[in-house]
């Protein structure tokens, strides 16, 4: 495998439901992102984590909940959604200032 | 506040030229950033400007002006695989570890025969 690997690729869960997205990334870099894409809007940052420290959260409510263990994997944990929170996730790492995003493929998520 | 204008949609003619602008208004500026994503896939990266003046890259080159917070994609002898969602995004704060990247919302180009 190779760049940023995301699964699962398509999740439909209810409001009720307990789910999880991971991301994994092969480049060696020390930082990741989650972003949530929504039809017509920008990209909007939620999470990073630099050296595995949360240096940032984008006031996002709290049912979701990012984890992560180690500079190569992110989770982002997903309970009591909103059908509002239907969207493209998409993970990200980079490295070193100036460096650009890489991104994963995303999960298309529906909350019913 | 933070703020990037892209036009919402653009078309044009395979091998044509086409520009696609960016303004922005944000706290602080270190780069701006273009992306490339087609639908149902993740945003690649294309270019990346932190000084003024023009960056060339094969078919693709990316312009800046912080002075006037302004920057434009110029793609050159388009092709039909070019039809995408253009990503501006610009770089702040000025100082940190991580990348913190503001994104517009974007433009589809759709190119035609």
């Known amino acids: 495998e190779t760049g940023v690997t995301q699964t699962p690729r398509h999740l439909v869960m209810g409001m009720t439901n307990k789910k999880s997205l991971k991301c994994e990334q092969h480049?060696?870099?020390?930082?990741m992102y989650w972003y949530k894409q929504s039809a017509k809007k920008p990209l909007e940052l939620m999470f990073v984590y630099s050296l595995e420290e949360r240096v940032e959260n984008n006031s996002v409510p709290s049912r979701f909940s990012p984890e992560c263990p180690n500079s190569s994997h992110l989770f982002l944990h997903l309970h009591t959604l909103q059908p509002e929170d239907s969207a493209l996730y998409l993970c990200?790492?980079?490295?070193?200032?100036?460096?650009?995003?890489?991104f994963g493929p995303g999960t298309r998520l529906t909350v019913t | 506040g933070q703020n990037i204008d892209q036009p919402t949609e653009m078309t044009a003619t395979e091998g044509a030229i086409v520009q696609i602008n960016c303004t922005y208004q944000?706290?602080?500026?270190?780069?701006l950033f273009w992306y490339q994503q087609h639908a149902g896939e993740a945003p690649t990266f294309l270019s990346y400007n932190v000084l003024d003046g023009l960056e060339e890259k094969g078919r693709f080159s990316s312009f800046l002006s912080r002075s006037k917070g302004y920057s434009y994609l110029l793609l050159k002898e388009l092709q039909m695989k070019d039809s995408a969602s253009y990503l501006c995004?610009?770089?702040?704060?000025?100082?940190?570890?991580?990348?913190?990247?503001?994104f517009g919302t974007g433009t589809l180009l759709a190119v035609q025969p």
């Open positions: 995004a610009v770089r702040d704060p000025p100082d940190g570890a991580t990348n913190k990247l503001i």
């Open positions: 944000t706290s602080g500026f270190n780069g």
């Open positions: 480049l060696g870099h020390n930082a």
């Open positions: 990200a790492s980079s490295q070193g200032r100036g460096a650009e995003q890489y």
